[in-house]
């Protein structure tokens, strides 16, 4: 059973950085693609960033670009994503999700296990 946890949200003053973590665990995640997505309110889930777990090839929206990184940490099987410069519109709840390598970083229907969530409050 894959499960995915993250933690790392809260309240932050715009300019402000954050750092998101996602423990993952239940299997062997070599050959699959950890994501990261974010639903603002009233708005859909969108995605932010991805990240292989065998090569570290990533991919982020133009809305994070040079703003946001993607990690891994393959010994702890924990992907983080560190948030800096971050605007009110950023706001959000930051879920990470999985699946298997085979289709687009950010093709969100095709993840497979999703986190729970953790929000993410960024005041102007």
């Known amino acids: 059973q894959v499960q995915l946890v993250e933690s790392g949200g809260g309240l932050v003053q715009a300019g402000g950085s954050l750092r998101l973590s996602c423990a993952a665990s239940g299997r062997t995640f070599s050959n699959y693609i950890m994501g990261w997505f974010r639903q603002a309110p009233g708005k859909e889930r969108e995605f932010a960033a991805a990240?292989?777990?065998?090569?570290?090839?990533?991919l982020y929206a133009d809305s994070v670009k040079g703003r946001f990184t993607i990690s891994r940490d393959n010994a702890k099987n924990t992907v983080y994503l560190q948030m800096n410069s971050l605007k009110p519109e950023d706001t959000a709840v930051y879920y990470c999700?999985?699946?298997?390598?085979?289709?687009?970083?950010?093709?969100?229907?095709?993840?497979?296990?999703w986190g729970q969530g953790t929000q993410v409050t960024v005041s102007s």
């Open positions: 990240i292989s777990w065998s090569y570290g090839i990533t």
């Open positions: 999700a999985t699946k298997r390598r085979g289709s687009a970083y950010n093709e969100q229907m095709s993840y497979e296990y």
